[in-house]
């Protein structure tokens, strides 16, 4: 665990603000690259990202609050870690979306060249959260087991890196969906599987992890997990919109 990189006087550099910084920065460079790919203006991408960034952080870290009700208020605000990824997806994808209404381009265009962005973004991230010891899972006896003395909160006992699963999922996964756009894969089903792959995988991580059950035996997470699965399922199967056929002009005699 490393949660202090360095300090300047009383300011504190933590690992896990580095690696949001890093995830953020890297994220921003991957949309770039997909809307060029996309036959957008990437300078666009960069205005959109960065819209995006801070209502994801800004959405974290509200959903994060929101759960630790119980707990002080200066606490959850001022905690080194204390983000939930699912308040900054849906802060970043809503101001995100705010941004492109405003520049006019594609929606599903951007989603899916926004997708293996987020996950290159929250895969950094993840690995922040592993570094201040936040996040982790339930006890176990495996061998890359990790115990956090000064973790979110501390624990002696070897837990779950569930920080790292996820990490690495998402790095595969944002591969996966870059290597399907060079493939010609339509936008839509880029970001549907976004969502189903990204969903079902934290919902299985959420199972190894403690946390509170709030609906149906379920945790916030899974419930918002379940959310994206079944919208990133109904992206698949619903049928592609027939093509505009232009209309045909009259014979010259």
């Avoid at 000064?150 to 002696?156: A, E, F, H, M, N």
């Avoid at 990490?167 to 996966?176: H, K, R």
Wanted: charged share 15%.
């Amino acid at each position: 665990m490393y949660p202090v990189l360095f300090r300047v006087g009383s300011f504190e550099v933590t690992s896990f603000g580095a690696m949001v910084a890093l995830g953020a920065a890297l994220g921003i460079l991957v949309l770039r690259r997909e809307f060029v790919r996309s036959g957008l203006d990437g300078s666009k991408g960069i205005d959109a990202a960065l819209v995006g960034v801070l209502g994801g952080l800004a959405g974290a870290k509200l959903l994060y609050v929101i759960e630790h009700w119980a707990e002080p208020l200066a606490d959850t605000l001022l905690s080194r870690g204390g983000m939930s990824w699912f308040g900054g997806f849906t802060g970043g994808v809503l101001a995100g979306l705010a941004m492109v209404w405003w520049q006019r381009l594609p929606l599903m265009t951007v989603l899916a060249a926004a997708s293996p962005a987020m996950a290159v973004g929250q895969a950094v991230g993840r690995i922040g959260c592993f570094l201040v010891g936040d996040d982790y899972g339930r006890p176990t006896s495996l061998p890359w087991g990790v115990a956090f003395p000064q973790g979110l909160p501390p624990t002696t006992v070897k837990v779950h890196p569930t920080q790292l699963y996820e990490s690495v999922f998402l790095f595969g996964l944002a591969a996966w969906l870059v290597a399907r756009r060079r493939h010609g894969m339509s936008d839509r089903r880029v970001f549907g599987w976004y969502l189903v792959l990204a969903g079902a995988a934290r919902f299985l991580i959420e199972m190894i992890r403690i946390n509170v059950v709030v609906f149906a035996g379920m945790t916030t997470a899974q419930l918002f997990s379940v959310g994206l699965v079944l919208l990133g399922a109904w992206l698949l199967v619903k049928p592609a919109p027939a093509p505009v056929r232009p209309a045909a002009r009259p014979s010259k005699r």
